[in-house]
């Protein structure tokens, strides 16, 4: 079974600087998605970016970017020029692509990001 | 541009009663998701369906059932409440293989007192 793990239950950065989430995994497959997971206090689950774990390209959304390492099976998500409505909760998850029938998304236990004005 | 729609969003029970929570998803996808989402946790898997006429448990099924008649729906039910049930629940969707960005309802919360 995969599991995800966010050892940063919390973190805090200051507004306009930078901050690095961290994700890690494990899993035996060799072709699947990785997304990062924003949610705001609404509790609405928000898409920030995703990987396909074939693609050797780090995705980058606007401010947002990952970092990548197939081989350490960790996907650390990078937020560049904080801004305020970062604030919220960031989930890791994982997803197998091909795996017909256990098509399920595995979540960390989140980080809670904090921007300090 | 409805994507994924859960009712009620919100809800309180006594315990003892049952109610069913649906989502229904308009972007035709065979894969749909129940998650609950427990105060500072994260998401757990209720219960998940691969088409129409196919579901299976998730790490936390009991307490729980669903079913899956047409492509769009996919109620939960929830038998006989328990405190133990107080949560928010997210429904989710998304396509095959190709599909792979995976859509979530708004979530509903439910409180069982």
């Known amino acids: 079974a995969q599991t995800v793990t966010q050892s940063q239950p919390e973190m805090s950065v200051q507004e306009a600087e930078t901050v690095t989430l961290s994700c890690t995994y494990d899993?035996?497959?060799?072709?699947?998605?990785l997304f990062w997971y924003k949610q705001p206090p609404s509790r609405q689950m928000i898409l920030v970016i995703r990987?396909?774990?074939?693609?050797?390209q780090n995705a980058t959304e606007n401010r947002f970017s990952v970092n990548f390492q197939k081989a350490a099976k960790s996907f650390s998500l990078k937020i560049s020029d904080s801004q305020l409505g970062d604030a919220a909760m960031y989930f890791c998850?994982?997803?197998?692509?091909?795996?017909?029938?256990?098509?399920?998304?595995?979540f960390g236990t989140g980080t809670r990001l904090t921007i300090i004005p | 541009n409805a994507g994924v729609t859960q009712t009620p969003k919100f809800r309180i029970l006594k315990i003892g009663q049952s109610m069913t929570l649906q989502c229904t998803q308009d972007?035709?996808?065979?894969?749909m998701y129940w998650y609950r989402q427990d105060p500072g946790m994260g998401l757990k898997l209720i219960y998940y369906?691969?088409?129409?006429?196919?579901?299976d448990k998730g790490e936390v099924p009991n307490g729980y059932n669903v079913s899956r008649s047409t492509t769009e729906d996919f109620p939960l039910r929830l038998e006989l409440a328990a405190p133990s049930q107080t949560s928010v629940y997210f429904c989710?969707?998304?396509?095959?293989?190709?599909?792979?960005?995976?859509?979530f309802g708004e979530g509903s919360w439910l409180t069982v007192v």
């Open positions: 990987q396909e774990a074939y693609k050797q």
């Open positions: 899993t035996s497959e060799s072709d699947y998605y």
């Open positions: 972007m035709n996808h065979n894969y």
């Open positions: 369906s691969v088409g129409a006429g196919i579901t």
């Open positions: 998850a994982y997803r197998n692509r091909f795996n017909f029938g256990n098509e399920k998304l595995t």
């Open positions: 989710a969707s998304t396509g095959g293989a190709k599909g792979n960005t995976i859509y």
